[in-house]
T-cell receptor, first 113, second 118 residues
């Protein structure tokens, strides 16, 4: 079965711009979580969506937002990009969020210049 | 608050030897799950092994085993018969329940970079 698909794989944006990243979960999975990975802060939880509802959000500014569609695909948006937003953004899907069936995508590597 | 500590930033192991990657955790929640992931340079997080807090036996998955010592709050990963393809970053993570909304999130350690030497 197809894995978790994240698009695009690489992105270069200018400070002040906004960006939208996409995540298509494994078919049948209803939970999608997003994580930011940087060399300094490591992996940090951004938010989790389940059946189109945001269930939890990490400690990130309001410039970071997301949504989930009825087909469970999820997007995250970052507005007014800052240099510090340069990171690998990973999404993980699971059927419910419980259990241990998390599958990660290959990530989107965002560079802000 | 949940916390995962990986004290080994980097490790070297000879091919075909076994290696142990350390992980300690801190939580007051009696119900939690512990994970190990492998991240090669491509960036994808690859699931290796899972241990639930109520599991009586240590988890094993092929060449991977988890040495779970609940009282010491440690969950070390043991890789037997190391292969060159095992060279990667390894992350220990804990899942807990954000009880307010029934949400689950993973808390990760800083990772250990494993290098397998021919």
């Amino acid at each position: 079965k197809a894995g978790v698909t994240q698009t695009p794989r690489y992105l270069i944006k200018t400070r002040g711009q906004q960006v939208t990243l996409s995540c298509s979960p494994i078919s049948g999975h209803r939970s999608v979580s997003w994580y930011q990975q940087t060399p300094g802060q490591g992996l940090q939880f951004l938010f989790e969506y389940f059946s189109e509802t945001q269930r939890n959000k990490g400690n990130f500014p309001g410039r970071f937002s997301g949504r989930q569609f009825s087909n469970s695909r999820s997007e995250m948006n970052v507005s007014t990009l800052e240099l510090g937003d340069s990171a690998l953004y990973l999404c993980a899907s699971s059927s419910t969020g419980a259990g241990h069936g998390y599958t990660f995508g290959s990530g989107t590597r965002l560079t802000v210049v | 608050a949940q916390k995962i500590t990986q004290t080994q930033p980097g490790m070297f192991v000879q091919e075909k030897e076994a290696v142990t990657l350390d992980c300690t955790y801190d939580t007051s929640d009696p119900s939690y799950g512990l994970f190990w992931y492998k991240q090669p340079s491509s960036g994808e997080m690859i699931f290796l092994i899972y241990q639930g807090s109520y599991d009586q036996q240590n988890a094993t998955e092929g060449r991977y085993s988890l040495n779970f010592q609940k009282a010491r709050k440690s969950a070390n990963l043991v890789i037997s018969a190391s292969q060159l393809g095992d060279s990667a970053m390894y992350f220990c993570a804990m899942r807990f329940v954000y009880s307010g909304a029934g949400s689950y999130q993973l808390t990760f350690g800083k990772g250990t970079k494993l290098s397998v030497i021919p």
